[in-house]
């Protein structure tokens, strides 16, 4: 699967783990660290919360491919 998410990179760049994340969204590790590596992506819904308590504009955390 390509990279549709930059949840990781967000996270990279504010010195925020992961597990973080899982705690704090009521979510299963496995389950943000799938989002994080791009295996899974969350729903939209759950993309906007991510957004939120990281304080980043959605748009931050969504990867941008070029039609070429």
């Known amino acids: ?3 549709l998410n ?3 990179t967000v996270l990279a760049e504010r010195g ?6 899982a705690k ?3 979510k299963d590790p496995a389950t943000v660290s799938k989002w994080c590596n791009n295996h899974a ?3 939209l819904k ?6 939120e ?6 748009h931050e955390l969504i990867c941008h ?4």
């Open 1 to 3: 699967m390509a990279d």
């Open 6 to 8: 930059r949840i990781k």
């Open 16 to 21: 925020i783990m992961s597990k973080w994340l």
């Open 24 to 26: 704090t969204l009521h």
């Open 41 to 43: 992506q969350p729903d």
């Open 46 to 51: 759950t993309l906007a919360q991510i957004a």
């Open 53 to 58: 308590v990281l304080k980043v504009d959605i």
């Open 65 to 68: 491919t070029k039609a070429e």
